[in-house]
């Protein structure tokens, strides 16, 4: 066949010199996330124009400010009824703007207004040379130990492009969820995943680990993302489009029109098993399962804990989305094909995540591996496969990420003379020392070991509800199991921290700012208000629960 002959089969348009049509975007729709880039760009210039002395104040305030504005962006959005009756696509069909886009994008930017407070917060280490200094490295450039260090901290500097990068991944993670093609998931992707790699680097103290495990995220998470972008390639060759609602089509066999060149390749299951696995594969390597989870426990130690605490919390929310929307709008076609391995994902990533942190010693570890669990947790409701799955879902997203934000808040409070004390022995007794840092702690522990009353219970009972009425009964039975063993290790350190004698040369409790103060109240009273009556924000999530296609 000549080269001709295949040209026409691809582009069989009429005439080649039809003029381009201007692109419609829908300005309104996507303004939660353009707000975010715009004030990013915005922090880019402060940067760049601001005097330094100012910056960390004008940083602050535009972080703040615009993830407020886009915050009621998408709750005048879901007003409008965006969520619901006038769900649609935008952007020339590359963003979905629907009911589980606008719950997952406000949880981010709510999680992402707590994660600045940590951020922002520079109350915790004393004062160096006079200035107050937070958790970032003075100058991220400078070698460790260097002079050019030395001589950043002595003149105070404060790494204040934190402020632009969170904002950057924020938007990156707005996206990620609600991308209704392939390649818009693939930039998103990478737009929150290249900030996230910048800022796991710049920790004050310990600056070697903060680097390895920079590195060691940057490098794993570039091995993904070639991954997913593989998979596009060959969902892309398998459906002759990037586009959800045509490959779903496809895959569906009720494609309108039929070309030469798809029916050719339609018939070629490997492109479309193959792809659809590896796509599949980074998101699961973003939402930390197990068999790719290696990065989680390195870089949750050595990244600052603001910055872990933001991540665990909101890249999970969009990742999870992107899982969603993947699995239920493109592939529900291969539901046989992808429930098995999904189980399996699932059960592994409950039993690993639960037992490897019983060995655990360094309470950053400890929460990583949690936070493994509760990633195949939040697995059984996918696989539900049932709009009782995706409003679970949404639901436990929602309550694990305040949970996760002021977890990690609390860890920062918990110091000695080299920065955090992370080690779960300095920890022993600080029910006597100070029993309000401790029993908040010891609040979120219970609410991630899912102890009724807790937010933790609502969503693990909501989940595995939605997982046993799709037919996943044994998921729920070592669910269950998992949970049992989970809270053995949330426990251990609750009757570390109540009834351990306090170490003479143990570790104090710094006194925070208002701002980690309000991140970690906002934490409590997420984590007992949907424990205690969840059903409006259950309500809320089941309304949600409905992809546009």
């Known amino acids: 066949m000549s080269a001709s002959a295949v040209h026409s089969l691809w582009t069989n348009a009429a005439d080649p010199i039809t003029k381009i049509d201007a692109p419609k975007i829908e300005y309104g729709q996507l303004s939660p996330t353009l707000i975010v880039i715009g004030a990013a760009i915005i922090g880019v210039l402060v940067e760049a124009f601001v005097p330094r002395k100012a910056r960390y104040y004008a940083q602050v305030f535009v972080s703040v400010v615009a993830l407020a504005a886009a915050f009621a962006a998408v709750v005048a959005l879901a ?11 935008a952007a020339m069909g590359a963003i979905a703007v629907d009911g589980p886009a606008l719950f997952l994008q406000g949880t981010i930017l709510l999680a992402g207004i707590l994660g600045v407070f940590t951020f922002a917060e520079r109350r915790l280490d004393p004062a160096a040379h ?159 399962a197990v068999p790719f989870h290696m990065w989680t426990p390195d870089v949750y130690q050595g990244a600052p804990t603001p910055v872990t605490g933001f991540m665990a919390a909101a890249t999970k929310v969009a990742a999870f ?90 860890v920062t409070l918990v110091r000695d003379a080299g920065g955090e004390a992370t080690h779960l022995s300095k920890w022993a007794g600080l029910g006597r020392r100070s029993p309000l840092v401790a029993a908040v702690f010891a609040v979120f522990l219970l609410a991630f070991a899912g102890i009724p009353l807790t937010s933790g219970f609502a969503g693990k009972f909501a989940v595995f509800k939605a997982a046993a009425e799709g037919g996943a009964g044994a998921i729920v039975v070592v669910g ?16 570390l921290m109540f009834f351990s004698e306090p170490r003479p040369e143990g570790p104090t409790v710094a006194v925070p700012s208002p701002l980690t103060m ?32």
């Open 79 to 89: 007003a409008g009824g965006y969520g619901t009756t006038k769900a649609g696509i």
């Open 130 to 288: 006079g200035n107050r200094v937070d958790s970032f490295a003075a100058q991220a450039a400078s070698v460790p130990g260097s002079d050019s260090e030395k001589a950043a901290l002595k003149a105070g500097f404060a790494t204040t492009e934190v402020f632009p990068l969170l904002l950057f991944a924020i938007g990156g993670m707005l996206i990620f969820p609600a991308a209704n093609d392939l390649l818009t998931l693939f930039i998103a992707l990478e737009v929150f995943s290249l900030p996230l790699y910048l800022l796991c680097a710049v920790a004050r103290r310990k600056r070697l680990m903060s680097q390895e495990a920079a590195v060691k995220y940057f490098l794993l998470g570039a091995f993904a993302s070639a991954f997913t972008l593989f998979g596009i390639a060959l969902l892309y060759g398998y459906a002759g489009s990037v586009k959800y609602a045509t490959i779903a089509q496809v895959v569906d066999g009720t494609v309108g029109e039929l070309n030469p060149a798809l029916a050719g390749t339609m018939g070629n299951d490997a492109l479309l098993l193959i792809g659809a696995a590896m796509v599949v594969m980074g998101l699961l390597f973003k939402v930390g």
């Open 321 to 410: 989305g992107a899982l969603l929307r993947l699995l239920y709008v493109v592939l529900p076609g291969l539901r046989w094909d992808w429930r098995p391995v999904m189980w399996a994902v699932a059960i592994v990533t409950m039993l690993g995540g639960a037992i490897v942190a019983i060995t655990q010693t360094d309470i950053k570890r400890l929460l990583a591996y949690s936070s493994i669990a509760h990633a195949g947790f939040i697995l059984a409701g996918v696989i539900a496969a049932s709009p009782d799955g995706v409003s679970s879902v949404l639901f436990y997203l929602g309550a694990y990420s305040f949970v996760t934000i002021g977890a990690f808040a609390v």
């Open 480 to 495: 269950v199991i998992s949970s049992a063993i989970a809270a053995f290790f949330y426990i251990r350190v609750i009757v």
């Open 518 to 549: 309000t991140a970690i109240a906002v934490g409590v009273a997420v984590t007992l208000v949907l424990g205690v009556a969840p059903q409006y924000f259950l309500d809320l999530a089941g309304q949600a629960g409905v992809f546009v296609r």
